[in-house]
């Protein structure tokens, strides 16, 4: 008599189908995101994805269940009928998973390793190292390897995990998170003789990276006016601190970004901070963000992914 086993009609593990395996749990907690998100591209952002990644993901999960969840738009995101029937129960997934994290998280050893870190000069002296130091008072078991630099700089070859860079158009396989907002402007301390753009064409300026021949800038008016001025460098450079120094010391106006100029206590420096001359206008140079750049997870690591959050938080970027 045979002694192998049998299994008994209807016990046993039931094959998934596409549909349910689609729908597993962190499909509903990532449906969950992008729903009260309303935007591939935060979540993406969020869960330090590109937004190709997440795209592709939605589409294999509404490919899977044979239904469209996101009603899109050029300008909107919004959720379909069958969208809306789902919300409810992957939203209680995500409530779910995220108090399990905190859990966890509250356990957890602080951050710890070595973090290298790229920046922009005139960004990493004057915003970032601040927001550094404050992060390190909260993880000090953190290490920074500093390279502050205009150059672009290559995320994997250099073995870097994090660029602070300067850019409207970031790389499509990187995470891109815009951390500040900002203008060029320009400041010095003559209001009388300076109070629009075109006076600069008369006055002694100081430029980052000009040589001798003269330089078309266009400024804009907050309310839509234009400006073109040929600007003649009195001074010129590749160290912006150093032109700004100058500017201080009354050497004439520099043209800088508005990060770089910071106020200064008038007590101790015997004179006031310089001036933004003319605030309405700016110099209209195509690049307006500060951006954070990482590694998509999983390459990426947490200790870098946390920095970001908190110098998006310290600087109030939504």
């Known amino acids: ?7 008994p009609p209807g016990v046993g593990r039931r094959r998934q189908t596409p549909a349910e395996a689609a729908l597993d749990a962190n499909a509903l907690e990532l449906f969950a995101r992008i729903a009260q998100a309303g935007s591939f591209a935060q979540v993406a952002r969020d869960l330090g994805l590109t937004r190709a990644a997440i795209s592709r993901r939605i589409a294999a999960i509404e490919s899977a269940v044979g239904l469209a969840l996101f009603a899109r738009s050029t300008r909107s995101l919004g959720l379909t009928e069958a969208g809306r029937r789902l919300h409810a129960r992957a939203r209680a997934v995500r409530e779910a998973a995220e108090g399990a994290r905190l859990a966890l998280r509250q356990t957890r050893d602080q951050l710890d390793g ?18 550094l130091a404050r992060f390190r008072a909260m993880h ?32 499509e396989h990187l995470v891109a998170q815009p951390v500040l ?15 629009q753009p075109s006076d600069l064409a008369r006055a002694d300026v100081l430029l980052l990276g000009q040589g001798e021949e003269p330089y078309p800038s266009i400024w804009q008016h907050e309310e839509g006016a234009r400006q073109e001025v040929m600007l003649q460098a009195s001074v010129w450079g590749s160290d912006l601190d150093a032109l700004i120094e100058l500017a201080r010391q009354g050497a004439g106006v520099v043209i800088a970004p508005d990060f770089c100029i910071q106020d200064r206590d008038s007590a101790q420096s015997g004179k006031p901070d310089l001036q933004k001359l003319f605030p309405a206008w700016r110099l209209q140079v195509g690049l307006t963000r500060v951006q954070a750049l990482t590694l998509p997870v999983p390459s990426g690591s ?15 970027t939504p």
């Open 1 to 7: 008599m045979s002694t192998k086993a049998t299994t």
């Open 114 to 131: 070595t973090l290298r870190i790229s920046a922009t000069p005139g960004f990493g002296r004057h915003v970032l190292v601040p927001l």
């Open 140 to 171: 000090p078991a953190v290490r920074f390897e500093l390279f502050f630099t205009d150059r672009r700089v290559d995320l994997l070859r250099e073995g870097l995990d994090i660029a602070f860079r300067i850019t409207d158009t970031p790389p």
């Open 181 to 195: 907002s900002f203008g060029v402007h320009a400041y010095g301390f003559s209001p009388e003789s300076v109070t």
């Open 302 to 316: 947490e200790a870098a992914r946390v920095l970001v959050r908190f110098v998006r938080e310290a600087l109030g």
